[in-house]
């Protein structure tokens, strides 16, 4: 049964040279999982909110969008989740947000506490039903935000990015939650990611989106089979669908690491070495930590214990682990922001607690944080930047030169006029990063750079990175995302507990874990155990293929 | 407090205007000492040890305003010296001290108030008669800690670029004005992404209800009762004069009439009534353990 | 219905409670009765709001500049009296009209002295906040244009504020309006209350036109 139509759909926003969304066509039956991707900006966000009458943006909209055959749509009948865990909570305790959504259809309180009591104890939120909404953490706010559209009953929930600022394992955790929503419930959904490792296998279609217009609509496995790896979303896929995709059988596409996994071992016996092992830069230390204690309070418990490190210039240093594990208060001592109470942080070879007034901050260190608006103070992302140059004591003459400058090395120039917070969070963070990076830093500190940003403006960021390091910046940085810290770092130290555990090159550093390590290299493992992004994984099956 | 704090918030609330009306609006010896008493129990008894540490605060405020009286009232007609050629008076020095129980009883009771009827509590006793401000109150309440979390991250991120990190009183100012200009800005954009989510859930449809977890048991009724009934038996005492006590231009007697009396004992009761019902349920309590 | 209350406030209530008082607290009138009317100075504006159909964006808005006002309280708490409690209530006001102002104030009294405690000055404070956002409001255009102006009325409302308290402390203490301890409580006060008007100048004048300009943004960007 077709449970919702979409013909002919086309939008144009106000003043908008061009349609954000062009003759769309589809239609979802009940009880679909439909995965929707894209590039940020080709309309994901724009299609999800128009079928959401409540949503739906301002503008020029033709064709028409059918539900059970009418037009007809109330709030209870679809489910909306957006992105941003926090802000999608309105109220201050948790049942409250939970009998929010009924409260608004004016269910009696006998049929409230009912219901809210039903999707607590399917969502196990009954051990923070009285908790205050501020103290979750991001994954369990998400998932609240979930519970609190389903006690309204949807027949679809629409669902735009709902992982993109959750760790992986809260991320993980959400999805297999939806999963069993669908499986369970019989619910219908609908949802847009950028993170699609987990989501490609379970869906019943894909949606690709490119320029407001629907470029594919199919299977998952065909759609990894029809999509070009030349086309941006191809490095959102799956490491499997990647992996496949770069060698020449016959197979069918694989999708999860347990089918990837199978697909090597049938075809290669993984006899051949793993190629060159890259060289490790061996420029000057630029950071070194060395026994460094740390805790927020006297009585607090310590959150770094005996930690020591050293980073190199021209290094790319990546500090994985999970949450709470004292990664970011790493970071914070690195950067100064936190004084370890122990122990000794020495930066381009002296102390820091020689560095007086602001001169840490002045071609020195400087740290990109974890959300890049705490970045922004200005209105335009212009201001933001001469602020900066002027606290550097550039002439205010050449602040237009030197802001331009950076502005094309980062590919911001067409954003230097617009405010940050009308930019999308890729744009942003690159906005941020040109702000940082006007203090002439010789070491540069990122806090999950990755973090709510697509595959394409990961793999953008990560160009940027390599070209920092290649002239003689130090970069560390801590993330979630082990993929990324693969291809992108020359070592990477697992934190745990407050203590670095290990510290190697992602080839050794990955080969030694079995859990915490890339799905390229899950799947590869019992042939080449090294090979750990899916490029070598590719390099791998085409040495022994060229020699069979 | 358990048993006090776990009892319907509109009895808690009843209970509270009716203290702090007696205790604020008499002008009685006798039952602004039950209320200075009343208060000292309950904050005790809330508190425990910690309630030690503001003794010093009250005892100090206590002699400040009973001691400074004299200068501000030369009324009365039983001069006990001449300070500047002023009369200070046995009556003003008495309504000083009367002034100070006052003050600080309204002070422990207001304290009291503010452990016991906690935010949500406020929030459900409002929710009916304003929902719309009680659901503003609501999402004010939700905002502020996120935003004082936001304001330390945005101060930390501008203090590791090098900006705004000058030492001088002026200077901190004018970051912390920065930041929190900066803090607006996040603020509202966030704001209209959760309004987004009002509307999702279908907010502005007529006939919101109002939901909360409180349940109102018989045993809350009867207190109910009890508490204001307690309550209109010094309203009708000063409806009746017997409450009236004036100082100037001389200190009346205490009245001690049968209804004098029985004003007496409703208001004192009234105040020591968490404190009695601690103790039963505490009584309580230790009977059922021992018969498990 | 709801009507008929707010009429029925101004022509039954306020009566009716000056009578209570005048019967039942013969000591305490005068405190009594500003504390009543103060508390139903407020409801008008209430009950006005919770009548009308508001839409969600300005609901939140106003829990937002609440949130933020009451923020602004506690950041400042190590500087005594300085607050920019009255700038933001005021500048909340002349961009998003009087109503908005004076629930922005009152609600800021309500929700910040759950972290620094509740009392008789409550409702004071819900009344004072309240009204000087609204009378912000009703001068909005001048108050845009004119820094001087907008200076004054700072300052203005920082020394009618404090003064106003105190009378009632003063009500209360003597039950009656007492010039001496009037002035000597004006006297002791006084270093808070020049702090707190330099502070509602200071605040006025830093954050009007950058704060204006963020809300002159999102009325545009969010159509409010």
Request: hydrophobic content about 45%; overall charge positive; proline content about 4%.
């Amino acid at each position: 049964m077709e449970l919702l139509q979409v013909e002919n759909l086309s939008f144009r926003y106000p003043k908008a040279e061009r349609d954000a969304l062009h003759q769309i066509n589809f239609s979802v039956n009940a009880g679909e999982f439909i995965l929707l991707c894209g590039v940020s900006g080709c309309g994901k966000t724009t299609l999800l909110r128009l079928l959401k009458k409540e949503l739906a943006p301002v503008g020029e909209k033709s064709g028409r969008i059918l539900y059970e055959s009418k037009s007809l749509n109330s709030p209870e009948k679809a489910g909306f989740v957006q992105q941003n865990p926090e802000s999608q909570i309105v109220t201050d305790k948790v049942w409250h947000e939970l009998a929010f959504g009924l409260e608004n259809m004016g269910a009696p309180t006998e049929v409230i506490r009912r219901r809210v009591g039903e999707m607590a104890s399917f969502f196990g939120i009954e051990g923070w039903f009285r908790r205050k909404t501020d103290e979750l953490s991001g994954g369990q706010k998400q998932l609240l935000n979930l519970a609190s559209v389903m006690v309204m009953q949807p027949d679809l929930l629409i669902l735009d990015e709902p992982t993109g600022q959750l760790d992986p394992i809260a991320a993980a955790d959400f999805i297999s939650t939806l999963q069993k929503i669908n499986r369970e419930l019989g619910l219908t959904i609908l949802l847009a990611e950028h993170r699609l490792e987990e989501v490609f296998p379970i869906a019943d279609r894909v949606l690709v989106l490119e320029n407001g217009s629907v470029i594919l609509d199919d299977k998952p496995r065909e759609i990894g089979r029809k999509l070009s790896p030349c086309h941006p979303m191809f490095y959102a896929m799956p490491s499997a669908v990647r992996i496949r995709q770069g060698l020449e059988t016959n197979d069918p596409y694989p999708l999860t690491v347990r089918e990837g996994r199978e697909f090597l071992e049938r075809n290669f016996k993984g006899d051949t070495q793993m190629p060159t092992e890259p060289k490790l830069p061996e420029g000057d230390t630029a950071a070194e930590l060395k026994n460094v204690w740390f805790r927020y309070e006297k009585d607090a418990p310590d959150v770094l214990r005996g930690v020591s490190l050293k980073v190199r210039c021209g290094e790319v240093f990546c500090i994985l682990g999970g949450n709470g594990a004292g990664k970011t208060t790493a970071l914070n001592v690195i950067a100064g922001l936190d004084r370890a109470y122990r122990g000794k942080v020495m930066i381009g070879g002296r102390t820091i607690k020689d560095y007086k007034g602001g001169a840490l901050y002045r071609n020195n260190i400087a740290l990109l944080p974890q959300n890049p608006q705490t970045v922004f103070v200005k209105e335009t992302v212009r201001a933001d930047l001469a602020e900066i140059s002027e606290a550097m004591g550039i002439p205010k003459k050449e602040h237009k030169n030197h802001i331009e400058k950076i502005a094309a090395k980062l590919g911001i120039s067409n954003l230097l006029d617009r405010h940050p917070y009308d930019l999308s969070g890729g744009e942003q963070q690159k906005c941020a990063l040109a702000k940082v990076l006007l203090s002439n830093p010789k070491i540069l500190l990122l806090d999950e750079p990755t973090k709510g940003i697509d595959a394409y403006a990961k793999q953008n960021l990560q160009k940027i990175l390599r070209g920092l390091s290649q002239n003689g910046k130090a970069v560390i940085l801590v993330t979630h995302d082990v993929e990324f810290a693969a291809e992108i770092s020359d070592r990477c130290a697992f934190i745990f507990d407050g203590e670095i555990l290990s510290a190697d090159t992602p080839q050794k550093f990955f080969a030694e874990n079995s859990f915490y390590t890339t799905a390229a290299n899950r799947m590869a493992r019992g042939l080449w155990k090294n090979a750990v992004t899916c490029e070598q994984v590719i390099e791998c099956c085409r040495a022994e293929g060229a020699r069979l | 407090m358990k048993a006090f704090a776990n009892i319907h918030p509109l009895v808690e609330m009843t209970y509270f205007m009716s203290v702090l009306i007696v205790s604020m609006f008499f002008s009685h010896p006798v039952l602004q000492t039950e209320a200075l008493i009343g208060g000292i129990l309950f904050c005790a008894a809330l508190q425990g040890k910690k309630a030690a540490r503001d003794i010093g605060f009250y005892l100090t405020l206590f002699l400040m305003v009973a001691v400074t009286n004299p200068l501000f009232s030369h009324n009365g007609v039983t001069p006990l010296f001449f300070l500047n050629g002023n009369p200070v008076t046995l009556e003003a020095v008495l309504y000083g001290v009367l002034l100070a129980v006052t003050v600080i009883g309204v002070l422990l009771w207001c304290k009291a108030y503010g452990e016991i009827m906690t935010s949500d509590k406020f929030l459900y006793l409002f929710g009916k008669a304003i929902p719309k401000l009680s659901l503003v109150l609501s999402m004010a309440l939700r905002f502020i800690p996120a935003y004082l979390r936001q304001s330390r991250r945005v101060s930390r991120a501008q203090k590791a670029m090098g900006l705004y990190s000058g030492k001088s009183i002026t200077d901190r100012v004018k970051n912390q004005a920065r930041v929190f200009i900066a803090m607006i800005s996040w603020s509202l954009e966030n704001a209209m992404e959760t309004s987004a989510s009002m509307k999702a859930r279908g907010y502005g449809k007529k006939g919101r209800t109002n939901f909360s977890l409180f349940r109102f048991y018989a045993s809350d009724g009867v207190l109910l009762c009890l508490c204001l009934l307690l309550f209109m038996i010094p309203i009708m005492g000063a409806a009746c004069g017997i409450t009236r006590f004036t100082f100037y231009p001389r200190v009346d007697k205490i009245e001690t009439t049968p209804a004098a009396i029985v004003v007496y004992a409703a208001f004192g009761m009234l105040a020591l009534l968490p404190f009695i019902l601690e103790v039963k349920e505490a009584i309580v309590w230790n009977c059922y353990r021992s018969k498990i | 219905m709801k009507k008929w209350i707010s009429y029925g406030i101004f022509c039954l209530l306020i009566p009716a409670v000056v009578i209570c008082g005048t019967v039942l607290f013969p000591a305490k009138r005068y405190a009594w009765v500003s504390l009543c009317v103060a508390l139903l100075s407020c409801l008008p504006v209430f009950l006005q709001f919770e009548r009308k159909s508001v839409d969600a964006k300005r609901l939140i808005l106003i829990a937002s500049m609440t949130a933020l006002s009451v923020l602004g309280r506690i950041l400042f708490t190590p500087i005594p009296a300085f607050k920019p409690v009255t700038a933001l209530v005021v500048i909340t006001s002349m961009y998003f009209g009087s109503e908005a102002g004076f629930l922005t104030g009152s609600l800021s009294a309500v929700i910040s002295n759950f972290w620094f405690g509740q009392g008789p000055w409550t409702p004071f404070q819900m009344f004072g906040w309240g009204i000087l956002g609204f009378i912000g409001g009703l001068l909005a255009k001048r108050l845009k244009h004119s820094r001087i102006l907008l200076a004054l009325y700072g300052a203005i409302a920082g020394v009618l504020y404090s003064a106003a308290m105190d009378i009632w402390t003063v009500f209360w203490a003597d039950g009656a309006f007492n010039l001496s301890r009037y002035i000597a409580i004006l006297a002791s006060s006084l270093p808070f209350t020049a702090i707190y008007a330099v502070s509602n100048v200071i605040f006025l004048l830093l954050f009007c036109k950058p704060i204006g300009k963020i809300l002159e943004r999102v009325q545009i960007k969010y159509g409010l």
